[in-house]
């Protein structure tokens, strides 16, 4: 090594060392750290095209998007239950071209002029576009097997399933035509509750659903619920606990009210597991839990199971 340069460089005569000094411009470039979310973090994230993989909450598999929408969005690791649309659904479950959907066009009408942190109004226009649905149920008359049936299917995408004046008339004037043409009612529940957009109008509706249930009943003919992640509040203490036969589908939450309300209220501790379909199957609120993919052949043996009799009498 050169010593003499080395002394003189201590000695501070020389301050600048060009050598080990870049220009300013570039000196600048290369002292700086990489901070997270720079452009090259951004080009990294690029390279992974989007919407193709979902991580699954419950295992954390990356799951191909492509295989879970085959996979009717159950986990293929877990069976971890992914919320899916209710025209998915309809898919999934009804025979191919049967379905003749009732009352498309009824879209819900602002009548109380709600103003909030956006309106009533707005939301509707909003969640319309952006579903491209009307509202939170789509009803029609279908087969499922060979079985016709009454089928309200509804939609957690809608603002959040909530039921107003359009899903509860929706669903009152399915369970009326399934009673007039002596079908069986299968109604697929999601919802957050009565929509409080519309106050009472939307609490009117428990009672009118109700009714025509009733009615349905009455005629003896068969009213399936079916319960799905999640299904709560106004929709759960009406027509989602009424059916002659309630099912379930995994891990899905199912309550009135919420839990810390129910803890507040009772000022005791909830048990584990409390509000999910398995804890009220073991308590017997509901009467099976049915994974997605098994739904329609459990949905064909119980159609046949109601309508055994009847069968049986025209054969006569
Ligand atoms: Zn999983």
């Known amino acids: ?33 990489p901070k997270i979310g720079t452009d090259k973090s951004k080009t990294k994230k690029r390279e992974m095209p989007e919407g193709l993989w979902t991580k699954c909450p419950t295992c954390a598999t990356m799951l191909f998007d492509k295989e879970l929408d085959d996979n009717l969005k159950v986990c293929m690791k877990c069976g971890h239950h992914f919320a899916i649309g209710s025209r998915e659904r309809i898919h999934s479950l009804v025979e191919t071209c049967t379905f003749e959907e009732m009352d498309a066009t009824m879209s819900s009408v602002d009548v109380l002029h709600f103003k909030g942190a956006s309106t009533y109004a707005s939301k509707l226009e909003s969640y319309k576009k952006n579903t491209t649905l ?7 008359l279908c087969k499922i ?3 016709r049936v009454a089928l309200g299917v509804m939609d957690f995408n809608f603002l959040g399933g909530s039921m107003g004046s359009v899903v509860g008339e929706k669903l009152t004037r399915l369970i009326e035509r399934g009673t007039e043409k002596g079908l069986p009612v299968i109604i697929i529940s999601t919802s957050g ?6 106050g009472m109008f939307s609490l009117m ?15 003896h003919l068969p009213y399936i619920s079916i319960l799905t992640h999640p299904t709560t509040a106004g929709v759960m203490a009406s027509y989602a606990t ?7 589908e995994p891990g899905a939450m199912i309550g009135f009210a919420g839990p810390r309300v129910i803890k507040d209220t009772t000022q005791a501790e909830l048990p584990p597991g409390f ?3 398995e804890f009220l199957l073991d308590h017997g609120l509901i009467d099976a839990i049915v994974s997605r993919k098994e739904m329609k052949t459990q949905l064909i043996a119980y159609l046949d199971f109601f309508t055994a009799g009847k069968k049986t009498a025209a054969a006569l």
Do not use: C, W
């Open 1 to 33: 090594m050169d010593t003499t340069t080395f002394t003189r460089k201590t000695l501070g005569l020389e301050t600048v060392e060009p050598a080990l000094t870049p220009p300013i411009g570039k000196a600048h470039t290369f002292i700086k750290k």
């Open 134 to 140: 009307k509202d939170a149920v789509i009803t029609g």
């Open 145 to 147: 097997g060979d079985q």
């Open 193 to 198: 509750g009565a929509r409080m957009y519309e």
């Open 205 to 219: 509706q428990m009672a009118k659903t109700s009714a025509a249930l009733a009615y349905h009943a009455k005629n």
């Open 242 to 248: 009424l059916g002659d036969l309630i099912l379930a």
């Open 275 to 277: 509000q999910t379909a």
